[in-house]
């Protein structure tokens, strides 16, 4: 009947609900215990990670800003102007502007899935760049995106900053990269922030800041399961953790259970025993060799690299 059709529809479109809570009940029934890191990231989660890049540990941010600032005139000669910018992901209000100083693009296309995100920095950046036409696009960039008519005859550079690429896998990194390759078409090319392999003590101290910051962005999740799919999951016996894994380059964050607990989430029972975790990210670190390999996986060809002075972070210039 109608109302029935009505309800089963509302249900449909309510896409992200349904997909967290399908992530999540797939997580915690696999083993070991592991939950999509992009589920991190609601408005408290977003926040948290915006705090995270002001704290003293956490160099990517200030390395990779180092960098921009202090390579505008090559990063101008080897890119030219004239390009289309298309950012995947909303922009940095710090980072983004740099760039598009040094390099005199003909527009600025940043891609993000969230909307409001989206027209607050598109807002912002227009705002500082009165002549550059901006054409924000509501998409995920997971997948190929149509870009506006209105740059399609502009060779563009695709901007990837921050080693997002670093919270992926391999197989989903290399599909990622092959997926930019034909958003942006022949002849674009990429620029893409890296982070680096380094001691892991520095590594870990990043990811475990000394005033909490990154536990409460990792509480976060546990918090965000517990209220939006009706979870009761004790969050006084998880402690945050920041583990370098050497074999897979990467820095792991986990949840891990300081006693036995059991716990529901949307109806279904669960438990983790003393010890065990919940495995919430990683954050992939990259070699010289390592970055180039995965670029070349994605169809790009490196053509520059740079890092900042305290060689942490590092930018790399590809071709398609
Ligand atoms: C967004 N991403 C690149 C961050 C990183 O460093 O992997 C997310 C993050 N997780 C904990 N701290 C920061």
């Known amino acids: 009947n109608a109302s029935e059709g009505m309800r089963l529809i509302n249900l449909d479109e309510d896409g992200v609900d349904r997909a967290f809570r399908q992530d999540v009940l797939a997580g915690l029934k696999q083993v070991p215990k592991a939950i999509p890191a992009r589920w991190l990231y609601d408005d408290a989660g ?3 990670f915006e705090e995270i890049t002001q704290l003293p540990e956490y160099y990517p941010t200030r390395a990779e800003t180092d960098i921009l600032k202090t390579r505008g005139g090559e990063f101008a000669e080897l890119i030219g102007p004239g390009r289309a910018v298309v950012e995947f992901g909303s922009g940095s209000s710090v980072k983004t502007p740099v760039l598009l100083s040094a390099i005199a693009p003909a527009a600025y296309v940043p891609l993000d899935i969230s909307g409001d995100f989206l027209r607050a920095s598109s807002a912002e950046l227009a705002a500082k760049f009165p002549g550059l036409p901006v054409y924000p696009v509501e998409a995920d960039f997971m997948r190929k995106v149509a870009l506006p008519d209105a740059v399609s005859d502009m060779p563009k550079l695709g901007f990837f900053p921050g080693s ?4 992926m896998v391999a197989r989903t ?5 092959r997926t930019v390759r034909e958003t942006l078409g022949e002849g674009s090319k990429l620029l893409i922030g890296m982070d680096l392999i380094k001691d892991p003590d520095v590594l870990i101290a990043a990811y475990d800041d000394a ?3 990154t536990a409460e962005f990792n509480y976060n999740l546990v918090r965000r399961i517990n209220r939006e799919l009706d979870g009761d999951i004790p969050l006084e ?7 370098w894994n050497d074999d897979f380059a990467r820095i792991e964050m986990h949840l891990v259970a300081q006693k036995d607990i059991s716990f529901s989430v949307s109806g279904q029972p669960f438990a983790l025993a003393q010890g065990e975790s919940l495995h919430t990210e990683n954050s992939h670190k990259f070699s010289r060799r390592t970055g180039n390999t995965l670029l070349l996986a994605g169809g790009w060809t490196p053509t520059h690299r740079w890092l900042d ?6 930018l790399v210039l590809a071709d398609a």
């Open 237 to 243: 016996f998880l402690r945050h953790e920041a583990r």
């Open 173 to 177: 990194a290399v599909d990622l990269l």
């Open 46 to 48: 977003s926040q948290l």
């Open 164 to 167: 997002t690429i670093g919270n």
């Open 309 to 314: 002075s305290k060689e942490r972070f590092s």
């Open 211 to 213: 005033a909490g910051v």
